[in-house]
Structures are given as C-alpha cells and as structure tokens.
C-alpha cells in the first residue's frame, strides 16, 4: 500500500507528481505529500486526499524539475498531517518517501534518540531518514554510500524515494519486496509503485528488483545491488494504453470496470481456446505440461477477492481434472507449518501481484519444493517474477478498489486452467471439450446480456440501501460468488454482509432472519436448485426479504422470491462468471445511493503489501 512517485528530468515536476499521485490514489488515501527542489528543498503534506493536497500547496511554489509525492494507507502512526510522508531528517536536508514497514524501527529509533535524534512523527520512515543522516554524520560517507549502508541495517519491506538538498540533481530510489518501476525517458527519469503516472510520458520501463538501488541524475541511471555490485537493467516495454487509465465516460472506475467484464473475458481466451479442435493452450505454463500429469495436489493461495476466485477454481478442477485441490488464505497458510512436498503444485492468484502475504506463501511454498503458478494481473509485477511459471488475466488496469473484473478473468484463467490440465490427464473426453469451449467461447455474449438487468437492478438497490444486515447464499460453486457477492457490498457500501453455503444456514444465520433481513440467493437451474428453493422457502417462512439470482425463464423462483434478477442459462461450470455480474451492480448501485466512495472506499487498499 502507499504509492509513491518520483521525477527529475527537465519538465516541472509537480503536475507529473500530482497526476501520478491520482492514479495511485487505489494505493492508498488517507494523506499525501511532494517535495521538491527549487533553490532549497521544500516539502507540502496534508491529511487526506490528493485533492486536498492539491487544494493546500495552491498558492505555493511549486516550481522544480525534480521531485516526489506519496499518498498514504497508515500502518504506523494514525493518518494525520505530522505522519504524512515526505519525511524529513534532523538537518532538514534530506527527505524520504516510503512504501512498506521498517519491522526494526523501534530499536533503530531508540538508538538514534539516544543520540540526540529528535523526531516529529509516529511513523518508521522517519527513523529511516534519521539513520541516513546519521551515518553520513558519523563516518562521513556520502550520501549514496549512507542510503546504501542504511538499508542494510533495516529489517522489513521498503519502496524508497531519497531526495537531498546537498544534491539536488540526484533522485536515489530503492526497493525490498515493495513494488518500484523506472520509466526511461530522453533526458529525464520517473518513479513509481507502477508503470501507470509513466505510460503517458515513456513506455520503456525498468522493474527494479529487490534489494537494488538506482540512483538517477537527468543524463545517467545507475543501478547497483545493496552489496554494491552493478547490475545490468532490463528494459521492458509496456503494453498499457492511457485510456485504459480514464473513467472513458462512466461515473466511476468500478462501473466501467464492471462494463468492461464482456471485453476482459475475451482478452483473457484470446488465443488460449480452440472450441471446434477442442484445445486449450497455455504458453505460460507449457513447458510444465509433463509436470501436471503427475502432480499430487493443488494447494490455491491468495487474499480477499481472488481467494474467491480460488474456491470456484478448486470446484473447477477437481470436477474436470480430478486433482485434489486445497484453496488457503496466504496470510495463514504462511504461518503455518503446511506439509507440501515436490509434487504439489501451489497456484498463486493475485491481481496486483504484489499482496505481501501471498508472495511470502509463495517463498515458503518454493523453499518447500513446490512448483509454482502465478494467476496475476499486473504484468511485470512481484508475484509473476517470483513464480516458476503463469497465466496471466489480461483483464486490464483495474483502478476501483472493489476487484471485479479481475475476478471474473480470475475465474476464467481458472477454468482454462482445469480444462488443460484435464486435457492433460486425460481426464475428460474430446467431445466433450468441444462442447465446454464452445459454451464458454459464447460467455463473453451472455455477460452483456447479464449486464442489461441494470435498471431493474436500481430498484431493488432503491428498496434495500437502508438494510444494515444482507446474507448472501449459494451452493456449489455459486458458494464462492456468494461470498463474493458480500464482499462486494460490505466493501463499498459499508452494510454488514455475509456470504455462506445455502444450506449451512440452518446452523447459524437462520436467527438472523426477520422482515428487516434481505437475502440474496443464487438460484440457477443446476444440480442443487431443488435443495436451494428448499432454503428460500425457509427464509420466507421466517419472513426474510428474497432477491434471488434465476436463470433465464424460471418460474418456480419466481412465485416465492420477492425480487429476481434473471442471468442467462449457461452449463454449471459457467454459471460464477455470470452470477456474479448482478451481485457486482447490486453493490453498486446501493453504495452509490448511500453516497458512498465506491472507488475509493474507506480503509481499504487495492494493493496490500503489508502483512
Ligand atoms: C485487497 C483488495 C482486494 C483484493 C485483495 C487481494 O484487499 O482491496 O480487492 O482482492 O487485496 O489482492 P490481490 O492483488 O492479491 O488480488
């Protein structure tokens, strides 16, 4: 969390500053700064948004053509003006921004005060700045020897930006498992946490890995190792047009991210289904085709939103590939002692590609001998790096903190993935395949055909955004969405919500229900409808409000629930790319007439690298 952005090169730095600090905004947004340098080294930060940032550095100066800003999640130190980065050493020389945590702060900062340093903020980043400038005092170093130095003494996770007012020329960055990209531009040089403040100015980019520090002056780059040793940067193109960037006419990122759903699905088959040979290919994971055959289990590990597109994932393989697979939070199964063995094969889904947990998963799974598969959005991001092998979502930037379509190619990527690995077990027929890829070829049509119950989706928001209280229900596969579909509207709109299998209900959630209670069911026609109408008629015989999601053409439903909201009949295995389409417009719409931030809601953070 936190996004930072740096520049120098020959351009006024602030507006790039600002304008990469609003992109990054789905970082983090609870307070934001710059500093720059022009004759002297200057510093504005403000609780708050970027905009308010913008509002209260407006009558300054805000001239230089090197700089940087951050927008804050706080970890250490409550969201407030004093613990907003930049922060700034004892001299006032040098200034620091920081995404990630410095786990040895405490001791570093009793040592340093004990020596006299005074500091003016709760936070580790300013500890950090004070060692810098401690070294530099005590061994005479200079400043790029003093960074490097003070960054083998810290213990934790770290995307710096130093800027000092004795080198103004000089930007020196450096990253330890928090995400860094460098554009390289003709003359000048930008930083950021990724690629998206750079894409308009230069698509060559530079991922920095960790434990590298770059110093960057307007006409030369240099990166070395923390050990001092020079590396050899590889320069990467990026594949990122600008107006994937922009709201493009929707009132917010989330709605067209969630209009974009018919596009990101067919970006994400594109060339990997080949419905009338019956064929799934994965170049991503090609070379690991003998492997597969043999594999034990699967164990899926991810946060949040792609956790549940891990469980539709274990429904997916374990009915067509017949591999056992285990679906586990990364924050848990890192900290355990999971028994895994080389013929296991660990699946890592992240969108971002940067979740703190999911990437220590993966450490422990690798050192454990497990081969490992990354289900990632972000290209060029930390998980894929990390993993021996991948499939990328190709969904595009998703900017709204809510996930939604990333889940969705999420859940595609998935399913390719069962189809090929049952295909390469042999554990499902040709003919068959033929006749799931040709179903699944045609879900891009049907999800725009789900998108179209919009209106009708705007009364029921109407008649529950005051609830307090919403259950959400499914079995089978549509579990998952259900949770899924809680997820979506605690996230945005700030309602208790709760998804559970359907028939778990009688063991808990059933006291909940009165006539205050909305619940919402997947009930689409597959093998468990007839157990699932069996649960509604239980929640209506307790006088629970009913909105349920039905196939096409359903009546049944119909005559007991008080609102439906139809999807299109698609086979079973299809059904969550559906399903979820109306939970994601519900939230939506019901956070939206609770004048709720749904881009940018409350506490949360798009992309978590912290633990
Ligand atoms: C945060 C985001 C969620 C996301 C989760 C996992 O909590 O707000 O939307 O699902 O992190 O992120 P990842 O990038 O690993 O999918």
């Given at each position: 969390?936190?996004?930072?952005?740096?520049?120098?090169?020959?351009?006024?730095?602030?507006?790039?500053?600002?304008?990469?600090?609003?992109?990054?905004?789905y970082?983090?947004?609870?307070?934001?700064?710059?500093?720059?340098?022009d004759k002297?080294?200057?510093?504005?930060?403000?609780?708050?948004?970027?905009s308010?940032?913008?509002?209260?550095?407006?009558?300054t100066?805000?001239?230089?053509?090197?700089?940087?800003?951050?927008?804050?999640?706080?970890?250490?130190?409550?969201?407030?003006?004093?613990?907003?980065?930049?922060?700034?050493?004892?001299?006032?020389?040098?200034?620091?921004?920081?995404?990630?945590?410095?786990?040895?702060?405490?001791?570093?900062?009793?040592?340093?005060?004990?020596?006299?340093?005074?500091?003016?903020?709760?936070?580790?980043?300013?500890v950090?700045?004070?060692?810098?400038?401690?070294?530099?005092?005590?061994?005479?170093?200079?400043?790029?020897?003093?960074?490097?130095?003070?960054?083998?003494?810290?213990?934790?996770?770290?995307?710096?930006?130093?800027?000092?007012?004795?080198?103004?020329?000089?930007?020196?960055?450096?990253?330890?498992?928090?995400?860094?990209?460098?554009?390289?531009?003709?003359?000048?040089?930008f930083i950021?946490?990724?690629?998206?403040?750079?894409?308009?100015?230069?698509?060559?980019?530079?991922?920095?890995?960790?434990?590298?520090?770059?110093?960057?002056?307007?006409?030369?780059?240099?990166?070395?190792?923390?050990?001092?040793?020079?590396q050899t940067?590889?320069?990467?193109?990026?594949?990122?047009?600008l107006?994937?960037?922009?709201?493009?006419g929707?009132?917010?990122?989330?709605?067209?991210?969630?209009?974009?759903?018919?596009?990101?699905?067919r970006?994400?088959m594109?060339g990997?289904?080949?419905?009338?040979?019956?064929?799934?290919q994965?170049?991503?994971?090609?070379?690991y085709?003998?492997?597969l055959?043999?594999?034990?289990?699967?164990?899926?590990?991810?946060?949040?939103?792609s956790?549940?597109?891990?469980?539709?994932?274990?429904?997916?393989?374990?009915?067509?590939?017949?591999?056992?697979?285990?679906?586990?939070?990364?924050?848990?199964?890192?900290?355990?002692?999971?028994i895994?063995?080389?013929k296991?094969?660990?699946?890592?889904?992240?969108?971002?590609g940067?979740?703190?947990?999911t990437?220590?998963?993966?450490e422990?799974?690798?050192?454990?001998?497990?081969?490992i598969?990354?289900?990632?959005?972000?290209?060029?991001?930390?998980?894929?790096?990390?993993?021996?092998?991948?499939?990328?979502?190709?969904?595009?930037?998703e900017?709204?903190?809510?996930?939604t379509?990333?889940?969705?190619?999420?859940?595609?990527?998935?399913?390719?993935?069962?189809?090929?690995?049952?295909?390469q077990?042999?554990?499902?027929?040709?003919?068959k395949?033929?006749?799931?890829?040709?179903?699944?070829?045609?879900?891009?049509?049907?999800v725009?055909r789900?998108?179209?119950?919009?209106?009708h989706?705007?009364?029921?928001?109407?008649?529950?955004?005051?609830?307090?209280?919403?259950?959400?229900?499914?079995?089978g596969?549509?579990?998952?969405?259900?949770?899924?579909?809680?997820?979506k509207?605690?996230?945005?709109?700030?309602?208790?919500?709760?998804?559970?299998?359907?028939?778990?209900?009688?063991?808990?959630?059933?006291a909940?229900?009165?006539?205050?209670?909305?619940?919402?069911?997947?009930?689409?026609?597959?093998?468990?409808?007839?157990?699932?109408?069996?649960?509604?008629?239980?929640?209506?015989?307790?006088?629970?409000?009913?909105?349920?999601?039905?196939?096409?053409?359903?009546?049944?439903?119909?005559?007991?629930?008080?609102?439906?909201?139809?999807?299109p009949?698609?086979?079973?295995?299809?059904?969550?790319?559906?399903?979820?389409?109306?939970?994601?417009?519900?939230?939506?719409?019901?956070a939206?007439?609770?004048?709720?931030?749904?881009d940018?809601p409350?506490?949360?953070?798009?992309?978590?690298?912290?633990e």
């Amino acid at each position: 969390m936190c996004g930072i952005v740096g520049y120098i090169g020959f351009r006024d730095a602030y507006p790039i500053i600002i304008k990469g600090l609003h992109r990054l905004e789905y970082r983090g947004y609870d307070s934001a700064g710059v500093s720059l340098f022009d004759k002297e080294l200057k510093v504005y930060k403000k609780a708050g948004k970027v905009s308010d940032l913008e509002n209260f550095v407006k009558d300054t100066d805000l001239g230089g053509t090197i700089g940087m800003g951050h927008t804050r999640w706080a970890t250490h130190g409550a969201p407030s003006d004093r613990n907003s980065h930049p922060h700034s050493s004892g001299n006032r020389k040098l200034t620091i921004i920081h995404n990630g945590i410095i786990e040895n702060y405490g001791i570093i900062k009793e040592t340093l005060s004990n020596k006299g340093h005074i500091f003016k903020s709760d936070t580790d980043t300013e500890v950090l700045i004070h060692l810098v400038e401690d070294i530099q005092e005590e061994t005479g170093l200079d400043l790029r020897e003093s960074v490097r130095v003070a960054l083998t003494k810290v213990v934790g996770a770290y995307a710096i930006v130093i800027m000092s007012a004795d080198e103004p020329d000089l930007l020196i960055a450096a990253r330890k498992g928090s995400p860094m990209v460098i554009g390289v531009g003709k003359g000048e040089y930008f930083i950021a946490s990724d690629a998206t403040p750079i894409v308009e100015y230069t698509k060559n980019v530079i991922y920095l890995n960790d434990n590298e520090v770059a110093y960057l002056r307007r006409e030369d780059l240099l990166i070395k190792n923390i050990d001092n040793t020079v590396q050899t940067p590889y320069i990467h193109e990026l594949d990122l047009q600008l107006e994937m960037l922009e709201k493009g006419g929707f009132d917010h990122f989330m709605l067209k991210e969630i209009y974009e759903q018919p596009r990101s699905i067919r970006d994400c088959m594109r060339g990997r289904i080949y419905p009338q040979e019956g064929k799934v290919q994965l170049g991503g994971i090609k070379e690991y085709t003998e492997k597969l055959k043999n594999i034990d289990r699967i164990i899926i590990v991810a946060c949040g939103t792609s956790w549940h597109a891990g469980l539709v994932g274990e429904y997916l393989i374990e009915e067509y590939a017949r591999v056992p697979v285990e679906v586990e939070y990364a924050s848990e199964f890192r900290y355990r002692n999971p028994i895994i063995s080389e013929k296991d094969l660990v699946i890592a889904i992240s969108q971002s590609g940067e979740t703190a947990d999911t990437m220590a998963a993966i450490e422990l799974a690798k050192e454990k001998g497990a081969t490992i598969f990354g289900v990632c959005n972000v290209v060029g991001a930390s998980i894929p790096r990390t993993t021996h092998a991948g499939v990328y979502t190709h969904a595009g930037p998703e900017i709204g903190v809510a996930s939604t379509k990333a889940f969705t190619a999420q859940v595609t990527v998935l399913t390719l993935m069962a189809f090929y690995i049952a295909q390469q077990r042999g554990t499902i027929t040709q003919s068959k395949l033929i006749e799931y890829l040709t179903e699944l070829d045609s879900i891009p049509e049907l999800v725009e055909r789900a998108l179209k119950s919009t209106d009708h989706i705007k009364e029921i928001a109407e008649r529950f955004k005051d609830s307090t209280n919403c259950l959400f229900l499914g079995r089978g596969s549509s579990f998952p969405v259900a949770l899924e579909g809680a997820l979506k509207l605690k996230e945005i709109s700030y309602i208790h919500a709760e998804g559970y299998p359907a028939a778990e209900m009688k063991h808990g959630p059933i006291a909940l229900i009165d006539d205050d209670m909305p619940v919402v069911f997947i009930a689409t026609k597959d093998s468990s409808y007839e157990k699932v109408i069996s649960n509604i008629q239980e929640v209506k015989a307790r006088k629970g409000h009913v909105i349920a999601i039905v196939t096409e053409g359903d009546t049944e439903v119909k005559g007991m629930a008080d609102f439906v909201i139809e999807i299109p009949q698609t086979d079973q295995a299809f059904v969550p790319l559906l399903a979820t389409i109306p939970l994601q417009l519900l939230a939506y719409h019901i956070a939206v007439m609770r004048g709720c931030n749904v881009d940018q809601p409350r506490n949360l953070a798009k992309s978590v690298t912290v633990e």
